[in-house]
């Protein structure tokens, strides 16, 4: 999956605990997506993030969940006092640019939350 | 964000068929990608189109951009089983957002 990095792979936690994923796009990428899975379902659009700057959230349930792109280190997205609905798999993808020309995005190999 | 139909949902088929799959949307994209993703892995980018009537080829997988851009084709020649996987459309606006908007998929078994 060319080299964006998620982890952890798989994650459970009980409701009303915190659930903290994080990606570390590709050598030379600086703009980062999130996507949420659901079984059977495709991909759903969460968040854009640019180094520092969240660019859309046009995605993101308003309540519970965030997401930053630090300077230094992985992006993280951070869902506080998870509920059983949010068992999911989460994706990260990375691209060089924005990707409104190209569309091309490179997608790691996930994330699964199990909220128990 | 956008509704997109892809259709079959499921394929059953003996190694060395063709397949043909297809997606439609409500409204216009001026970006068609297909992805496969392969159980408990991410997606993996077999073709992009960005132009309305384009044709490409990727080894045994031809795409197509509808020339209305509300639609997209997946063909794949010659199936052989590592093809099994679950194959994504994805549309992307650029007018209107970042977002790609992802079909339900179609989920391809191969027999050999």
């Known amino acids: 999956n060319a080299g964006v990095m998620q982890n952890p792979r798989h994650l459970v936690r009980r409701r009303g605990q915190e659930a903290r994923l994080r990606c570390s796009p590709m050598k030379g990428h600086s703009h980062v997506y999130w996507y949420r899975q659901l079984p059977e379902e495709g991909l759903k659009f969460m968040v854009y993030?640019?180094?520092?700057?969240?660019?859309?959230e046009s995605g993101m349930p308003k309540e519970r969940f965030s997401a930053e792109f630090p300077k230094e280190g992985p992006s993280i997205l951070r869902i506080q006092q998870v509920v059983r609905g949010d068992s999911a798999a989460y994706f990260c993808a990375s691209s060089r640019d924005r990707n409104l020309n190209t569309g091309e995005l490179f997608f790691g190999e996930g994330s699964r939350l199990t909220v128990l | 964000g956008q509704q997109l139909n892809q259709s079959p949902q499921s394929m059953f088929i003996q190694e060395g068929e063709d397949v043909s799959m297809n997606c439609t949307s409500s409204?216009?994209?001026?970006?068609w990608l297909w992805y496969k993703q392969d159980p408990g892995e991410g997606p993996v980018l077999l073709i992009a189109l960005y132009k309305a009537g384009e044709l490409t080829s990727n080894g045994r997988l031809t795409a197509q951009f509808g020339i209305t851009r509300k639609d997209s084709f997946l063909n794949i020649s010659a199936s052989i089983p590592s093809d099994v996987g679950i194959y994504f459309c994805?549309?992307?606006?650029?007018?209107?957002?970042?977002?790609?908007?992802f079909g339900k998929g179609t989920s391809l078994l191969v027999t050999p």
């Open positions: 993030l640019q180094k520092e700057n969240i660019i859309d």
């Open positions: 994805a549309g992307l606006n650029s007018n209107s957002g970042y977002a790609l908007n």
């Open positions: 409204s216009i994209f001026n970006t």
